[in-house]
């Protein structure tokens, strides 16, 4: 259970509105094990209430996956179904700095993977996964998302393993529109490699290119880079780069993406961090930017019982308008037990 204030929830570069919200997730999940195969299955959702719906609208959004995943001698393959239902706005504004009218989207995606070492040191993977995005809103046209990739990696000895990677994607709005929402498809073919520096720090960087439908590569070059510590107490992640996106307002972006997460472990009981994030889209006429910093603790009670303090600073940029910004505050109560 959450209770939170938000001081700006349509981002308005104008007079805000803050309200509070109070909001239960409940979640139930099984697994099963047989043999060479594990059978997974979740049910749950967010039931959401707010002190002023006409700006933050009263919410029931339901959530469902289910999987199964064989493994072999030298592999496995697998296969999942979800559907989840969450705020447009909330979405949008994350993914892409767009800020749409409070709405609900809904997303189902199947998916498939497989994997097999090719030798004692190389393995290909692959993955399929088809999503179809819809919106109860007719401002935000419904499309699918689909992107299949292969992968070669080799280990080259316990530290560095380069990698191949080709992604094939297609965005298909089902009306498009005036903002670049139509039919698209891209592909990227990208290198790379992992290298673990020590037991407790590793690092990964790959690059490429992607192509478009219309056959131009300027300027579509794509590259990440990603740093991981994990130490006794503390824990530090930091990863930027520049990737095509998807988004419902705007169709296929690019997109500059930057986030770091620390964390360090008071005692066994007491967690502190902060996690900052920060992505700027890009397209014909468009440059929008969001950012988001937040510093929490959580404390555990009990086995079952833990809960969290929470304070974030959000701030977002459309082209040359006004920077919009606002806070959000939250304390989350947390129940799991794994017998239920």
């Known amino acids: 259970m959450t209770i939170e204030r938000d001081t ?24 099963g094990n047989f043999g060479a195969d594990v059978l997974r299955a979740s049910l749950g959702g967010t039931i959401e209430r707010s002190t002023n719906s006409a700006v933050s609208m009263n919410r029931n ?16 393959y697998g296969l999942s179904l979800s559907r989840v239902s969450a ?36 393995q290909l993977a692959a993955n399929l996964q088809l999503s179809k995005v819809g919106y109860d809103i007719g401002t935000l046209p419904n499309y699918r998302n689909d992107v299949a990739n292969l992968t070669y990696s080799y280990a080259w000895n316990e530290q560095l393993e380069p990698f191949l990677r080709l ?8 009306q498009a529109g005036s903002l670049g929402t139509q039919d698209m498809r891209y592909r990227t073919l990208q290198a790379g ?10 690092v990964s960087a790959q690059a490429g290119t992607a192509r478009m439908s219309s056959g131009a590569t300027s300027g579509n070059q794509i590259w990440n880079l990603t740093a991981r510590y994990a130490g006794e107490r503390s824990a530090l992640s930091v990863a930027t780069g520049r990737n095509i996106t998807t988004s419902g307002m705007f169709g296929v972006l690019k997109q500059n993406q930057t986030t770091a997460n620390w964390s360090y472990a008071v005692d066994e009981s007491t967690t502190g ?13 468009l440059d929008s930017s969001y950012r988001q910093a937040t510093v929490w ?16 600073r959000r701030e977002r940029l459309l082209d040359q308008s006004p920077t919009a910004s606002g806070s959000l505050y939250g304390i989350t109560l947390v129940f799991t037990h794994p017998d239920l």
């Open 8 to 31: 700006n929830p349509t981002m308005t570069t104008g007079d805000a509105t803050s309200i509070w919200r109070r909001r239960v997730a409940p979640m139930y999940g099984l697994t």
């Open 61 to 76: 959004d339901p959530t469902m996956s289910a999987g199964w995943q064989h493994e072999t001698e030298i592999g496995g």
């Open 87 to 122: 705020s447009s706005r909330t979405t949008e504004l994350t993914e892409s700095g767009a800020v749409v009218a409070d709405s609900t989207r809904t997303t189902t995606t199947v998916a498939g993977n497989w994997t097999a070492a090719t030798s004692e040191r190389g």
């Open 167 to 174: 992604d094939l994607s297609r965005y298909a709005p089902e």
């Open 193 to 202: 490699v992992r290298y673990k520096v020590t037991e407790h720090f590793d």
């Open 273 to 285: 961090g902060l996690d900052y994030s920060r992505n700027r889209s890009q397209q014909t006429g």
């Open 297 to 312: 603790v959580s404390r555990q009670f009990s086995p079952f019982w833990s809960a969290r303090l929470s304070a974030a």
